[in-house]
């Protein structure tokens, strides 16, 4: 039984794709049987899709409007067509991974320059989201079916809320976020969904300034069509926080809004056997809460996406510093328990 074939009747099933996995065929193989939506990893954030050398070879020309290459970003949407896949747009607005010169005046690339001025900010911000957005859906339309607009604005250990160090917060403040969805909307295509996206939505003060601060105004003005729900997480948030979480699910399920968990894994450290039946458990708790959130009309939850599909190519050993076994998939491909529990699921509620 395949993972979307288990969930065929609540949400597709998506996975993270990074530019190694797309070399492996071995991995490519996997991703066509067991998922029905899928996330560049990294190739189509702005770092990847601005052209560096050609903008800051003529910062005058480019000032408005930056160049872009789509090189990086082509590989997925040619495999997600060719394959049936449906790819979800990973990210527009955000402050990580997307470099520094582009918020800077003259497109200078250093963090001590100048900011660039209100105006030419949101020049840059109209121009990026409209370029992008043309791009695929003029030479592979449909493929895309949802947009991370906005990734991160809001910052959970910050009273204020916002994440004020970010540059699009610096540039423009508050208002980078609904002028961010207003362009969005404005050049997407019928139908392709967008989202705001952000991580720890379980804790209750982020889940309300989320709320209040994003989602309120943009449904205001009907430029949101979804919550994405990150889902990074920790044994110890599994042990502890699975109220919350749930509770986020359905307070953001509340406003009739899509929700997508865009990035799930669990880090764990303990590869025994013990340490892998806890992960399988974890998971079979989370996809637990989605299928009842949706059975029960709690929740339009739409897609559920793995960040990553095995073990050893997770992002977490790295930003945990310590070997992570956090997926479905062990090294080698093996099926983990946490593979059999989650694929059980469904017909254990049926
Ligand atoms: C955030 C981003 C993802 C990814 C992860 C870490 O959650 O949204 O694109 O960078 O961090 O891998």
């Known amino acids: 039984m395949s993972l979307k074939k288990a969930y065929e009747q609540y949400f597709k099933m998506g996975t993270s794709v990074s530019r190694y996995d797309m070399k492996s065929d071995k991995a490519m193989e996997e991703l066509v049987k067991h998922y029905s939506s899928m996330?560049?990893?990294?190739?189509?954030?702005?770092?990847?899709?601005?052209?560096?050398?050609?903008?800051?070879?003529?910062?005058?020309?480019?000032?408005?409007?930056?160049?872009?290459?789509?090189?990086?970003a082509r590989k997925y949407l040619e495999f997600a067509r060719d394959n049936g896949i449906a790819l979800r747009g990973?990210?527009?607005?955000?402050?990580?991974?997307t470099p520094i010169w582009f918020f800077k005046e003259g497109f200078q690339d250093n963090f001590e320059a100048p900011?660039?001025?209100?105006?030419?900010?949101?020049?840059?911000?109209?121009?990026?989201?409209?370029?992008?957005?043309?791009?695929?859906?003029?030479?592979?339309?449909?493929?895309?079916y949802a947009w991370d607009v906005v990734n991160e604005a809001i910052e959970e250990r910050n009273e204020e809320g916002w994440r004020k160090r970010s540059p699009w917060y610096q540039t423009?403040?508050?208002?980078f976020v609904i002028?961010?969805?207003?362009?969005?909307?404005?050049?997407?295509?019928?139908?392709?969904?967008?989202?705001?996206?952000?991580?720890?939505?379980?804790?209750?003060?982020?889940?309300?300034?989320?709320m209040n601060f994003i989602v309120k105004p943009l449904m205001e003005e009907k430029l949101i069509d979804g919550i994405g729900m990150q889902t990074h997480l920790t044994m110890e948030h599994v042990e502890k926080a699975m109220d919350e979480y749930e509770k986020t699910l359905?307070?953001?399920?509340?406003?009739?809004?899509?929700?997508?968990?865009?990035?799930?894994?669990?880090?764990?450290?303990?590869?025994?056997?013990?340490?892998?039946?806890?992960?399988?458990?974890?998971?079979k708790t989370l996809f637990t809460l989605y299928v009842n959130a949706k059975k029960e009309g709690a929740a339009n939850l739409t897609s559920v996406t793995f960040w990553g599909m095995k073990d050893d190519v997770s992002w977490l050993t790295g930003f945990r510093k310590e070997r992570s076994y956090p997926l479905l998939f062990g090294d080698n491909w093996e099926e983990k328990d946490a593979y059999h529990a989650v694929v059980k699921v469904p017909e254990e509620l049926a």
């Open 39 to 72: 996330t560049a990893e990294n190739d189509m954030k702005p770092m990847f899709m601005l052209d560096k050398e050609t903008t800051l070879s003529d910062p005058e020309k480019y000032n408005l409007q930056p160049a872009m290459n789509y090189d990086t």
């Open 90 to 97: 990973h990210t527009l607005g955000w402050h990580n991974q």
């Open 115 to 144: 900011w660039a001025s209100r105006e030419t900010m949101l020049a840059r911000l109209e121009w990026y989201i409209k370029n992008v957005l043309s791009f695929v859906q003029t030479e592979y339309p449909g493929v895309i």
């Open 172 to 175: 423009l403040g508050e208002d």
């Open 179 to 210: 002028n961010a969805f207003r362009f969005a909307r404005k050049y997407a295509a019928p139908g392709v969904k967008l989202f705001y996206n952000d991580y720890n939505t379980f804790d209750p003060f982020k889940r309300e300034t989320i």
């Open 250 to 283: 359905r307070f953001f399920g509340a406003t009739g809004l899509e929700i997508h968990v865009t990035e799930l894994d669990v880090h764990n450290a303990d590869p025994s056997e013990a340490g892998m039946l806890k992960l399988a458990e974890a998971y």
